[in-house]
């Protein structure tokens, strides 16, 4: 294979978000991470769903699928298992995956297919103008609002967790730096890796602003936070490390963590499939009619 460099992993094409919109901060982690992995071009797939996220594959050179509103993880998680071989990233605002994707997001954690969701959170639906996004706090009123956010907020983290997410984090999208190395983590990761992501919308959230942010944040792992859970874990230490991960879940104004929250190992979706597809993933469905898989026996095998 031919020796790969950062640019190899560039369209080109020019982004055409906001000046300062964190999603540029995003999109060079995510490139850094790619090629610091050195991952097969042809090999790669990113996901995105409808916002100011969804541009996001465009920018990669890597291949790239933008989806329906929403939609993004069931599509995603399709293509997984259709080609087991593929390192496969979803992208997606908190509008895309906590609004009209909840649904998709909670049914994902059930499976703990092997990829990597990653959600832009800007509290604020910035493509269309600046509307309150499911993670915006109640009585809070942005620039882009005529009157104060009705609604209650959903923490990502927690949803994550409920839902069986099995590694969990959060980063910043200026500290680029950072965030490149937990996106490398959550692609490592066996299972599936949630990745939220704070950034600034600078046109219409004028509350949580970068000046805002920073003198907040700090790392879970400076003040010795572990998040690995391992297996077979006593039941009184994994209530513990439940408790601890719910505290700093909730942590939020003052003070507010970034890092890993939470890093499982169970078996993924893929290797479940095995007792129902003995020669699976060795050979997939995305080899085509000559693949050796009894699709149509399974199918009848569940029937009513």
């Known amino acids: 294979m031919v020796e790969l460099k950062l640019t190899d992993y560039k369209a080109d094409k020019h982004p055409d978000w906001c000046p300062g919109c964190g999603d540029f901060g995003i999109l060079s982690a995510l490139q850094m991470a790619l090629f610091e992995l050195r991952l097969d071009p042809s090999r790669t797939v990113i ?5 100011c996220s969804g541009k996001t594959p465009h920018y990669l050179n890597v291949y790239g699928v933008h989806t329906l509103h929403g939609r993004v993880l069931p599509i995603a998680q399709g293509a997984k298992l259709a080609n087991p071989h593929l390192t496969v990233v979803a992208v997606g605002g908190d509008g895309d995956g906590l609004g009209i994707g909840a649904g998709h997001f909670v049914a994902a954690g059930r499976r703990n297919v092997d990829m990597l969701y990653i959600l832009y959170d800007n509290e604020v ?12 706090g109640l009585g809070e009123k942005t620039k882009s609002l005529p009157k104060p956010n009705p609604q209650g907020k959903v923490n990502p983290l927690l949803l994550a967790f409920a839902s069986g997410y099995t590694w969990i984090a959060r980063g910043y999208a200026y500290d680029v730096k950072g965030l490149k190395e937990l996106i490398k983590e959550g692609i490592n990761h066996k299972g599936l890796a949630f990745l939220h992501v704070l950034q600034p ?3 219409y959230n004028d509350l949580h602003t970068k000046e805002w942010f920073a003198p907040r944040l700090y790392r879970l792992e400076e003040e ?3 998040p690995l859970i391992p297996p077979g ?5 994994l209530e513990a490390r439940m408790a601890r991960f719910q505290q700093k879940a909730l942590e939020w104004g003052e003070r507010i963590p970034v890092g890993v929250f939470w890093k499982a190992e ?17 050979a997939y469905p ?3 009619p000559e693949a050796p898989l009894d699709l149509e026996g399974l199918l009848q095998e569940f029937a009513l």
């Open 47 to 51: 996901f995105s769903g409808i916002g």
């Open 125 to 136: 639906y910035g493509l269309t103008k600046g509307q309150a996004g499911p993670t915006l």
């Open 201 to 203: 919308c600078p046109t």
């Open 224 to 226: 010795g936070y572990d």
């Open 233 to 237: 874990l006593p039941p009184e230490a």
């Open 266 to 282: 169970l078996p993924t979706f893929e290797a479940r499939l095995k007792a129902y597809l003995p020669r699976y993933p060795e």
């Open 286 to 288: 995305a080899q085509g």
